[in-house]
């Protein structure tokens, strides 16, 4: 810790070391121990995402964030273990080298940690906020240890995870048989949709599990980008695209988020604009996308790779026709609250985790055949007045309900009991 960051926490919190509980402001200082977050500042993923708005947007000095970031065992041994990012103090935990399985020993090694710190410390009611439900087999004997040092556990269950189709059948066994366990004991469930918070209450019913529902976020500033930006005009030029002249879809390149409905459904419209697809593609999927579709001889598809430049990305958003959404498995998705804080026309898939993100701000397609065709057919139809005024609509909605100022608001609330 530098000398500037020393003074800054002096003035801040009254105190230098991190893990000291000073009295501030009439209340004690609330510690939270996050974990399950690939780490912050976030590059990716909507977890990340979530942990470096909550971290940046704290307004509660009553709140000590300590988060837990994931480091690759080479790079591990070149940096230091603790970093400050915005109100929070980082630690790094290496990968194991097991595969598939690194992510559960690594959400183990920093609930290890951080019981051992708290115990040292005797830091009074700490919290443990772990992201997903990976650890089932062994949450039991962690919420022992947790309750034994007069602290909480809170869980988020993230989506149905046991669904993904990425899968093999044994571990999607393995998730539902460890969301079981987070659920039951779980001291608190904290869910991002309320479809799942429904789920729970109704699958563990005989736990009694207590639930409270708090979305995830966005934000609908436009994107700092002129739309004769050289970034841009590059992009268009490289992909054969222009100010909306193209469908979008942004999201990661798996079958349940239903690309092949998509493309099939985009293949049958009139449409002369084109279908751009920002997604980490997987050689396997697309064979297979292309033998079942045929989409490689419609020229109007683009798979454009991905887009990590933010601001970019949000431009681009922004000067799509239309936003095509199929995901079908999950909470309240990220790309979605993007897309309805940037993009004025949203195509959504027909379910519960789309609809009451999104009400009456979008339109709805089935994956039955002709389904999205026929969306697309009206979507072609309206004036640019219609699709402006939808989008206004869907800006609104996600300034009020999904700005990461109120979720972060509802986060400090319940962290530190408030009503």
């Known amino acids: 810790m530098t000398t500037e960051q020393t003074e800054t926490e002096k003035k801040q919190y009254g105190c230098a070391d991190w893990m000291d509980v000073p009295r501030k402001n009439g209340c004690h200082v609330q510690h939270v121990f996050i974990i399950g977050c690939k780490g912050i500042p976030a590059q990716y993923g909507g977890f990340e995402t979530f942990v470096d708005k ?23 041994e070149r ?28 959400d183990i090694d920093a609930l290890r940690y951080f019981l051992h710190e708290v115990k040292k410390k005797q830091i009074p009611h700490p919290i443990f906020y772990v992201l997903a439900c990976r650890i089932g087999p062994v949450i039991g004997y962690f919420h022992q240890r947790i309750r034994e040092l007069g602290g909480q556990l ?23 048989y460890s969301e079981r366990l987070m659920v039951k004991h779980a001291d608190l469930l904290i869910c991002d949709s309320q479809n799942i918070q ?53 999201g990661r390149f798996v079958p349940e988020n239903n690309y092949e409905t998509m493309l099939r459904e985009f293949m049958k419209s009139d449409t002369s ?51 095509f959404h199929g995901h079908e498995v999950g909470g309240t998705n990220p790309s979605l609250l993007e897309a309805l804080a940037s993009t004025s026309l949203n195509l959504l898939l027909d379910v519960g985790f789309n609809r009451e993100v999104a009400l009456d701000t979008a339109f709805y397609w089935e994956k039955q055949e002709g389904s999205l065709a026929a969306l697309i057919a009206r979507a072609e139809q309206m004036s640019a007045d219609e699709i402006q005024a939808l989008g206004r609509r869907a800006k609104q909605r996600i300034d009020r309900y999904y700005s990461w100022e109120y979720i972060t608001d509802r986060y400090e609330k319940i962290f530190v009991k408030r009503s």
């Open 54 to 76: 909550l971290t940046e947007y704290q307004t509660d000095k009553c709140i000590r964030y300590h988060v837990a970031c994931a480091a690759e065992p080479q790079a591990y």
């Open 198 to 250: 429904t789920y729970i209450r109704e699958e563990y019913r005989r736990y009694h599990p207590k639930t409270v529902f708090i979305a995830y976020g966005a934000q609908t500033e436009p994107s700092a980008l002129s739309d004769d930006d050289a970034k841009l005009a590059e992009w268009y030029r490289m992909h054969d695209l222009r100010e909306h002249g193209y469908y979008l879809v942004v």
């Open 154 to 176: 809170f869980v988020n269950p993230d989506g149905h995870e046991f669904l993904r189709a990425k899968w093999s059948p044994a571990v999607r066994r393995y998730w539902k």
């Open 79 to 106: 940096t230091h273990a603790r970093f400050r990012c915005h109100h929070a103090e980082c630690v790094r935990f290496p990968w194991r080298r097991l595969g598939s399985a690194r992510a559960i020993a690594y």
């Open 273 to 323: 604009r084109a279908f751009a697809l920002i997604t980490d593609v997987s050689e396997a999927f697309l064979e297979e996308l292309k033998q079942r579709t045929g989409f490689d001889k419609d020229p109007r598809i683009r798979f454009t790779g991905t887009v990590y430049d933010k601001e970019l990305l949000k431009k681009i958003r922004e000067n799509a026709f239309g936003y």
